[in-house]
């Protein structure tokens, strides 16, 4: 079974969406031990970062996911919370990831959000199976996630290069939508299924 955590961060439906169409059953949960229980479990997340730390804490469910030892996905601001901190409050996130939240730098001719469809590259490991560099997906974010050791795919906005996918142990990130991605996107989350 599939866990989404279910604290009231946004984009929960598109996901679940996206796994019915691949034929997979979910539970939508905030209860620590279902998701202790579960084969996997994702993190979605749109909007602040902040909230979505806040929200996890009242629920108890920080050191839950931290403890988790099955397949994470975290998307979005579920990707970012999984990171060390963020310039978005600032905030302290849970700190898997060995990444920090940066907002886009003010750029002429560049857009903030980054908002539609950008181009993947230096794609690594299990979660990006069967993908070529240059596979478009698609984003939503003011803020990203920086390169690190944890990065497994990178995209460009104006100046910045960014972990466009991070992955540490058990834990895999998107700061893009896979839900929203197309074929491109199912294959991620078919990918994250098959780990």
């Known amino acids: 079974m599939i866990a989404i955590v279910d604290y009231d961060a946004g984009n929960i439906r598109s996901v679940a969406g996206a796994l019915e169409r691949l034929g997979q059953q979910y539970e939508l949960t905030a209860d620590p031990e279902r998701l202790l229980a579960a084969d996997r479990v994702i993190l979605p997340g749109v909007g602040n970062a902040a909230h979505a730390l806040e929200s ?6 920080c050191e839950v996911i931290r403890s988790l030892r099955r397949p994470v996905l975290g998307i979005c601001v579920g990707l970012q919370i ?9 905030v302290e996130g849970l700190g898997v990831f060995d990444a920090h939240v940066r907002r886009f730098p003010d750029e002429p001719q560049i857009k903030v959000p980054h908002m539609g469809w950008n181009a993947l590259g230096n794609l690594d490991g299990k979660l990006m199976k069967g993908l070529q560099s240059g596979t478009f997906v698609y984003f939503v974010h003011s803020y990203y996630p920086s390169l690190c050791q944890d990065t497994v795919a990178t995209c460009r906005h104006g100046s910045t290069l960014f972990s466009a996918a991070l992955r540490y142990e058990n834990f895999y990130g998107t700061q893009f939508h896979p839900e929203k991605s197309g074929d491109a996107g199912s294959r991620i989350l078919q ?3 098959d780990l």
């Open 56 to 61: 996890l804490s009242q629920r108890g469910l």
């Open 82 to 90: 999984l990171c060390r901190d963020s310039e978005e409050g600032p």
């Open 191 to 193: 990918n994250f299924i």
